[in-house]
């Protein structure tokens, strides 16, 4: 038992374990896993706390200072949440839902999503800058590379003789 505490140990307590935690923690945060993102979140902490042997006041002051930057990061997140949610719903119409829809982004109803944004910041702030990285290709995509791409397609099927509908 004590070998492979001992082999679990050696392997948690690496640069290369806090780097896997990190993006796993990115990844469940990103699929809105709440709580798989705060333990691996709290793990993580502990694997550092081992792998670098910070004395405890020090952890207790970078603690403070960690939520105090989770705080803020939150207010920005719900802000960024809410702002997506209200403007799907001006983009599509009201609709019978919006009105659930609407129920659900009240704070005390997110107060399990506000607090995983408070203890996971890091992964939800590498998510939502990636997220938007990726949704500013696909704008790029949509508004001017798009002809290219239609170009290209013309040009492959041109010799199947197909009938394509104008989008």
């Known amino acids: 038992m004590i070998a492979i505490l001992a082999f679990i140990g050696a392997i948690l307590f690496t640069w290369e374990a806090l780097v896997v935690l990190f993006v796993l923690g990115i990844i469940c945060e990103y699929n809105e896993w709440r709580g798989f993102a705060i333990f691996i979140a709290i793990v993580s902490a502990i694997c550092a706390y081992f792998f670098f042997s910070v004395p405890l006041v020090t952890v207790a002051e970078y603690s403070a200072g960690y939520l105090v930057i989770g705080f803020i990061w939150s207010f920005w997140r719900y802000k960024r949440h809410v ?81 394509e509908k104008k989008e």
């Open 83 to 163: 702002d997506k949610v209200v403007d799907e719903i001006k983009e599509n119409g009201r609709r019978s839902g919006d009105t659930t829809r609407l129920e659900y982004l009240k704070p005390t109803r997110m107060v399990g999503t506000i607090v995983a944004w408070v203890i996971v910041w890091p992964f939800s702030f590498v998510e939502n800058f990636t997220q938007d990285i990726i949704r500013g290709i696909e704008l790029v995509i949509k508004k001017v590379l798009h002809k290219v791409y239609n170009a290209i397609y013309a040009s492959a099927i041109k010799s199947l003789d197909v009938e």
